[in-house]
């Protein structure tokens, strides 16, 4: 087995995740428009907080609170 040298991968599975990620909420960006109040959008749109979510399920952190840890 190769021993990691603890240099940063030059590509990531990470930026594929984040990249189709980026993708799919442009694609919602009406939808999630019409679902929002007639007075516009929350002060956190939905597509930021969907992405702040990410690294939680891809790292299988079990909660926010460790997340931040």
């Known amino acids: 087995m190769a021993r990691h040298s603890g240099a940063p991968l ?8 984040k990249a189709l990620a980026d993708e799919v ?6 939808q999630l428009t019409a ?3 007639e007075r516009g959008r929350d ?5 930021r907080l969907l992405k702040a ?3 939680q399920a891809l790292f299988s952190v079990r ?4 997340l931040c840890e």
């Open 10 to 17: 030059a590509n990531p599975p990470t930026r594929r995740v």
């Open 25 to 30: 909420l442009r694609s919602l960006d009406a």
């Open 35 to 37: 679902m929002c109040a």
């Open 43 to 47: 002060s956190v749109a939905p597509e």
């Open 53 to 55: 979510s990410q690294p």
């Open 63 to 66: 909660s926010e609170r460790q």
